[in-house]
């Protein structure tokens, strides 16, 4: 089953062969043992990804933390752990399986808006001491905690530095009216009374201006934003100790046409604004590394031709995979069984019942036929993290491919793991 043709060199993404075949293995073949739906993610393209990153980076003083957020799979964040990478984490269920994968509490940053103190508490006894904070209440917190548990945390500042990201409006989180980080001239302020906290030092900033980013542009004036900041700041005696430059690069999700930002010219960016930063340089790259490396194998269940559209009815839907419905997002739709005759165009949806359960419209798409394999590319990030059971249909298998080899690294959800923690009413009173 195993065939070795697929470069995956940089710049180029994750190639997947009109034949079918994914990092050695037959994807046809798969299928024709599992069944569909079922995400499929290339461990080579992973690698390739870090390694491609780390080569650009080289003679920085870096550390990559994975987003955990983009493909949480435990074998994906063994294999980032492997590689000795981190991980930018979000919640405690993150934190949780970030370290059930064996990534060290050391090279794990807390990031996000929302952080319970109940969350920060568990951060802190769990080791974690770097957290990207992003309100004022948030860093007071930090303090009461951290000198409530005699631990030192460090903190970052999220600056939110107005920038347009250029990406969808719903994926865009640098500018003003976004909720998240907080200005260059309220950070400002945080720096001139750090002197007053005992527990946390306030020694970094930390930028990330939204996802999905297929131009260096609004990278370097976000860079450029918080590197004048730092100068600043150095030159008002505050020593950093670390920026975090984020996420958000961009992938191919329409192959011949997106052109995703080289790490070569997103190193280059970094090295331009902060290359002089004697401190560390945290990146939090998330789709950039799982992006490509998946796809989700589908079959089509039938197809419905009605008066004005014809309908490609596949085996997935809107809760295997959200992106197409939540945010309008294209994402190849590729035939894995070509058969002859014309191209045309199609809906194609799932079976759940909402009129977003929508993969693509009007798609030019060769002949189809119930039963045909279909695989949806550039599903590895932002797919299987974003599932839900909606409609009742249990959460789909993820399989990891390495050079010929598959291993299953979750399995299909059954009826009664969807029901798990279910019961009937017990009825109480407070
Ligand atoms: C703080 C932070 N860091 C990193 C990421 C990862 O982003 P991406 O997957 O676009 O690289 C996100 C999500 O957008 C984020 O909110
Ligand atoms: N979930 C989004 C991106 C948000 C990134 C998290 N801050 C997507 O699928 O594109």
Redo the contacts with the bound molecule.
């Keep these: 089953m195993a065939r070795h043709h697929m470069s995956l060199q940089q710049p180029d993404p994750p190639r997947i062969d009109a034949d079918a075949w994914f990092d050695g293995v037959d994807l046809r073949e798969l299928a024709a043992r599992y069944p569909t739906p079922f995400y499929a993610y290339s461990a080579n393209a992973i690698r390739t990804r870090i390694r491609g990153l780390q080569q650009a980076l080289a003679g920085l003083n870096y550390a990559i933390c994975y987003a955990v957020?983009a493909n949480s799979n435990l074998a994906v964040l063994q294999l980032m752990a492997a590689e000795g990478v981190g991980a930018d984490i979000v919640s405690s269920g993150e934190l949780w399986r970030s370290l059930h994968a064996g990534i060290p509490a050391q090279r794990i940053v807390f990031s996000g808006v929302g952080k319970t103190e109940q969350e920060m508490a568990e951060a802190l006894a769990a080791g974690i001491q770097r957290f990207n904070v992003e309100s004022a209440d948030e860093l007071e917190a930090l303090e009461r905690l951290a000198s409530s548990l005699h631990v030192t945390a460090h903190a970052a500042v999220r600056i939110n530095p107005d920038v347009d990201a250029l990406t969808h409006a719903k994926?865009s989180?640098g500018k003003a009216e976004n909720k998240f980080g907080v200005s260059i001239a309220e950070a400002r302020r945080w720096f001139a009374r750090a002197g007053s906290m005992h527990h946390v030092k306030l020694d970094g900033l930390h930028v990330h201006i939204g996802?999905?980013m297929l131009s260096v542009a609004p990278i370097r004036e976000a860079l450029a934003r918080v590197a004048a900041f730092w100068r600043e700041l150095e030159a008002a005696g505050h020593a950093l100790n670390s920026i975090d430059v984020g996420g958000g690069l961009g992938v191919r999700y329409r192959y011949g046409h997106d052109e995703p930002v080289t790490p070569e010219a997103y190193a280059s960016a970094i090295r331009d604004h902060l290359g002089a930063f004697k401190g560390r340089i945290l990146l939090e790259p998330?789709?950039y590394l799982v992006g490509e490396a998946g796809v989700l194998l589908t079959r089509v269940v039938r197809i419905k031709q009605g008066d004005t559209h014809r309908f490609v009815v596949l085996d997935a839907a809107m809760n295997d995979l959200l992106?197409p419905s939540l945010?309008d997002?294209w994402h190849d739709i590729v035939p894995l069984v070509p058969r002859p005759g014309p191209s045309q165009a199609c809906d194609i949806v799932g079976p759940v019942c909402e009129t977003g359960d929508t993969f693509a419209r009007g798609r030019m798409l060769p002949p189809l036929e119930a039963g045909d394999l279909v695989m949806i590319r550039t599903s590895g990030?932002?797919g299987s993290s974003?599932s839900s059971t909606y409609n009742s249909r249990p959460l789909v298998a993820e399989l990891l491919l390495d050079e010929g080899r598959h291993a299953i690294v979750r399995r299909r959800q059954t009826f009664e793991d969807m029901i798990a923690g279910e019961q009937p009413a017990r009825w109480e009173t407070v």
């Design positions: 957020k994926i989180t996802s999905q998330g789709r992106r945010y997002a990030a932002y974003m």
